[in-house]
T-cell receptor
Framework: NAGVTQTPKFQVLKTGQSMTLQCAQD?????MSWYRQDPGMGLRLIHY???????DQGEVPNGYNVSRSTTEDFPLRLLSAAPSQTSVYFC????????????????FGSGTRLTVV | AQTVTQSQPEMSVQEAETVTLSCTYD???????LFWYKQPPSRQMILVIR??????QNATENRFSVNFQKAAKSFSLKISDSQLGDAAMYFC??????????????FGKGTHLIIQP
C-alpha cells in the first residue's frame, strides 16, 4: 500500500548512543518532515525537506541531523542520544500546495517510540 | 509565526450525541489550510477533514463537519452521532500556503475525546 513507512516502531537507547530513524514514502511527494510528539505538547517540527539535497530546520532541531539523497527517503539521525529525546517520532510527506491538487494534507507514518535511558 | 490553540484538553460525550471541539489560530496570512487529525491509541495520525482558507463553504465529511470563521480565526470540529470508534486525541493543524507549504504543519496541543457508552 502507498504511504509513509517508518522503522523501527520501538527503540531503547542508552545515553550517548547514536541511531538513525528511517522514513520512506512511495507517493512521489516533494516535501518530507520529521516531528516529535511529547505529552501535552502536540507535534513539533524537527526538520523538513523540500526535495532531494535540500533540508532545513524546524522548531526543535537541536540534537538531530537529516539528509535527503533521494525523493523517497528522509532519515533522522540522533548523534548522541539524551533522555530529553525520549519521545514519539513521526515522519510525514506531502505535495507542494502550489500544485493543482486537492490532496494537500500531510500523510504520516505510524511513528517510532524512542526511549533514552 | 503561526500558533494554534486548542482550549479543551479533554471532552466527553455520550454515544450517538454531538460534540464540538474548538480550535483557534493566529496568523497574518490570507491563504492557508486547516486540518483536523485524529490519533487513536494506535498512535497513527489520520486526516479527518481539511479546509482551504479561500473557501467560505464549510467542509463536511460524513459525520464530521467544521465551522470555519476566517475573521475570528476559528476552526471548530463537529462530530455528529458520536461512535465508540471516535474516541481519540484530536489535533487541529495549520499549513501555510507560502513557499508551497514546505515547512510542515503547526499543531495545537490536542483534545482528548472520550465517548461514553
Amino acid at each position: 500500500n502507498a504511504g509513509v513507512t517508518q522503522t523501527p516502531k520501538f527503540q531503547v537507547l542508552k545515553t550517548g548512543q547514536s541511531m538513525t530513524l528511517q522514513c520512506a514514502q512511495d507517493m512521489n511527494h516533494e516535501y518530507m518532515s520529521w516531528y516529535r510528539q511529547d505529552p501535552g505538547m502536540g507535534l513539533r517540527l524537527i526538520h523538513y525537506s523540500v526535495g532531494a539535497g535540500i533540508t532545513d530546520q524546524g522548531e526543535v532541531p537541536n540534537g538531530y541531523n537529516v539528509s535527503r539523497s533521494t525523493t523517497e527517503d528522509f532519515p533522522l539521525r540522533l548523534l548522541s542520544a539524551a533522555p530529553s529525546q525520549t519521545s514519539v517520532y513521526f515522519c510525514a510527506s506531502s505535495y507542494s500546495t502550489t500544485l493543482y491538487t486537492t490532496n494537500y494534507g500531510y500523510t504520516f507514518g505510524s511513528g517510532t517510540r524512542l526511549t533514552v535511558v | 509565526a503561526q500558533t494554534v490553540t486548542q482550549s479543551q484538553p479533554e471532552m466527553s460525550v455520550q454515544e450517538a450525541e454531538t460534540v464540538t471541539l474548538s480550535c483557534t489560530y493566529d496568523t497574518s496570512e490570507s491563504d492557508y489550510y486547516l486540518f483536523w487529525y485524529k490519533q487513536p491509541p494506535s498512535r497513527q495520525m489520520i486526516l479527518v477533514i481539511r479546509q482551504e482558507a479561500y473557501k467560505q463553504q464549510n467542509a463536511t465529511e460524513n459525520r464530521f463537519s467544521v465551522n470555519f470563521q476566517k475573521a475570528a480565526k476559528s476552526f471548530s470540529l463537529k462530530i455528529s452521532d458520536s461512535q465508540l470508534g471516535d474516541a481519540a486525541m484530536y489535533f487541529c493543524a495549520y499549513r501555510t500556503d507560502a513557499g508551497g507549504g514546505a515547512d510542515g504543519l503547526t499543531f495545537g496541543k490536542g483534545t482528548h475525546l472520550i465517548i461514553q457508552p
